[in-house]
């Protein structure tokens, strides 16, 4: 069974940094490209970033190019993103998807940034 477990979330200061990881597995993780998505409360669930099956052509949202870097070990089964330089718009709920459409989905790891 395909399974995703995300952790590193945490509370930091704006400015600071975190590295969420996304951990895989039930399945061939190189088979399909991995995203991250966030939502904060009250609000939709938005995309963050993807990353394709062989770790290539990362994509961001606007609102986090230039401060979140997306990666993936696929010898590790995980997928990564650091986030610099924080701000507290970055708080939210951060999730990894995967599959044919983004149908499997972790539990998310809260991250909270004060101002």
């Known amino acids: 069974q395909l399974q995703l477990v995300e952790s590193g979330g945490g509370l930091v200061q704006s400015g600071e940094s975190l590295r969420l990881s996304c951990a895989a597995s039930?399945?061939?993780?190189?088979?399909?490209?991995i995203a991250w998505f966030r939502q904060a409360p009250g609000k939709k669930r938005e995309w963050v970033s993807c990353i394709n099956d062989r770790g290539g052509s990362p994509n961001y949202a606007e609102a986090v190019k230039g401060r979140f870097t997306i990666s993936r070990d696929n010898a590790k089964n995980t997928v990564y993103l650091q986030m610099n330089s924080l701000k507290p718009e970055d708080t939210a709920v951060y999730y990894c998807?995967?599959?044919?459409?983004?149908?499997?989905w972790g539990q998310g790891t809260q991250v909270t940034v004060s101002s």
């Open positions: 039930g399945y061939s993780f190189d088979s399909y490209a």
């Open positions: 998807a995967t599959g044919a459409g983004y149908n499997y």
